[in-house]
């Protein structure tokens, strides 16, 4: 017998009494007035910035403006015309060490922790992490309240199929005597820009 | 394997070591007591709360007693997506199997974010003398790497340690500044060393805190993104996941997404919430390891089967009032606390007998736990088999008899608590020494000249 039916058998022959599975349907999860109020508070309480994009406003003069000194920029959507590195053609996912902004595109935000979900849609998803600071697009007109909303909609890319995160905030850590530090291995500042409709 | 046998008294033993340092004792305790506000706040800052608590628990009952099913389900999505999928009956098997997959890909160096499964199993020390250079890459998990120790705390693994005990390491292994104990500019240090680890790693570990079995997904959370690093650059993801980590589908994730962190952290989640459904296009192929050591056994457990409810965040121990003022370090098990004592006495009753009386039966565990863990009850119940398994303390069952036999007979009763006083006048120092042990950590009490069911009789009159 191979491992996988010895161990299914011996733990279906142990259990004693079966439970149903509860009814989800009627957890009455918080919702907000205006979530996107609330998606703006709680990016910024997770350590985040945001920054409402004007009709009109082009993003890659906000993101020189924001990082005048930045020498390395990644990424691999359209509208960026100042990236210097591409995630789809670097050789290895090391080559993007060093990448002083990230830009990528989250989908929709979650109003309740600031999460925004951010399929894999570049071929080395390390520009998500690897960078010093990460720069997030989101559609300002897609914001969900709670968890629960935001299980129902996620979806994988159809190219980049195997992955997918949810990003609130920068990297942070409490491992040294509990002190709040912003910027452990991950990206050490997390911007969304709020896109306008 | 044959397991020293533990009394029911080791706790108390190891704690004394643990409070000869009374400001650390006071900070640890403080520290914890402030996560657990944090984690009140969380709660209290949502009506539907104990409604969560609730389809947690209830989403956990279902799954574990239809857990064949799921992980067969898992199992099959999982390989569906192109993953590679194993099952370990055990530590042993878990550590060859990994090796084994190690091997095949000529790894020389492993990146790992935090898993408690590989503590569980000894993986680190295994793959060490097969040759594998491992690095943890979770900040405090690395810490304590770097100075040879376990976790003290399942979240806040370092947490024993303070910044001059880092500063110092630091300055040994990692050449940072001599003096320079700021605790944002070792986390600095700390990242540069461990860029280089995720740069040169040839393979990258992570845990899982849930597996769905609907999707295939593995479902990691960490706030340092960490994980994320571990699996971006190296060529090889593998994920090492306990049984009973499999949950049905996104709408029960949802629930314990924005149950983990509130409850053990008491932040509204944490910053990455990563779902692994198969390598990335330059990678090989993922692979997923199940493991089953004991769980398997467990859920035939009639009192203690619902421990494997447990999603591990962390807030029993951080609520718990002796592991606030004991540390982690004084419980036998490598995972501490009121899941610890439970998980423990599961995994070998002579082993970690000791931990059972680390609890005061406060409860306060229970009432905490996001899905509804009866934590204390269990300990209460491995309290009543001790002497079954030959663990329980004889001086203790000594004074159990005696009492029993004062309690059950009114007369010897009576006549015991109305001469009691008459202890009063034994001078204190033959009363609070060693050969009484009722004195050892509290003063004897003073016994009143009328015994409280006389004051009653009397005023009742």
Known sequence: ??????????????????????????????????????????????????????????????????????????????????????????????????????????????????????????????????????????????????????????????????????????????DIAQVLVMGAQAARSATILLLPE | MKSEKVMSTGHSKAAKEFLKNQTYAKWHDATFWAVRSKRDNMAYGLDEWEQLREKASQIKRHTITHLDEYLDLFATNAEKNGCIVHWAKDANEFNEIVYGILKNHNVKKMVKSKSMLTEECEMNPYLEAHGIEVVETDLGERIIQLKGQKPSHIVMPAIHLNHDDVGELFEEKLGSEKGNHDPTYLTYVARLSLRNEFLTADAGMTGGNFGIAETGDIVVCTNEGNADMSTSCPKLHIAAIGLEKIIPNYDCLAVFQRMLCRAGTGQPTTTFTSHFRKARPTAHPMHIVLVDNGRSEWIGNPEHWEALKCIRCGSCMNTCPVYRRSGGYSYSYFIPGPIGINLGMLRDTQAHSGNVSACTLCLSCQTVCPVKVNLGDQIYQWRQQLDEFGTANPQKKLMCKGMSAVYGNEGIYNLGTALAHWANLIPSPLMNCGLNPWAEGHKMMEFPKKPFHKLIKDLEK
């Open chain 1, 1 to 174: 017998m191979s491992n996988k039916e010895d161990i299914l058998k011996r733990y279906r022959a142990n259990v004693r009494e079966m439970y149903d599975m509860p009814d989800l349907s009627d957890i009455a999860a918080i919702t907000y007035g205006d979530p996107l109020v609330q998606f703006i508070k709680m990016t910024e309480s997770v350590g985040g910035h945001v920054i409402e994009v004007k009709e009109g406003q082009d993003i890659n003069t906000l993101v020189r403006e924001m990082y005048p000194d930045a020498k390395e920029i990644a990424s691999n959507l359209p509208e960026v015309t100042i990236a210097t590195r591409n995630p789809d053609t670097v050789g290895r996912a090391r080559d993007l060490n060093g990448t002083d902004v990230g830009i990528i595109r989250g989908m929709f935000g979650v109003a309740e922790n600031a999460c925004v979900w951010i399929p894999q849609t570049m071929k080395e998803k390390a520009v998500m992490f690897i960078s010093e600071n990460l720069v997030i697009l989101l559609p300002k007109s897609q914001i969900v309240n709670n968890m629960h909303e935001a299980y129902k909609r996620i979806e994988f890319d159809e190219t980049y199929d195997g992955y997918g995160t949810f990003i609130s905030g920068p990297s942070k850590t409490a």
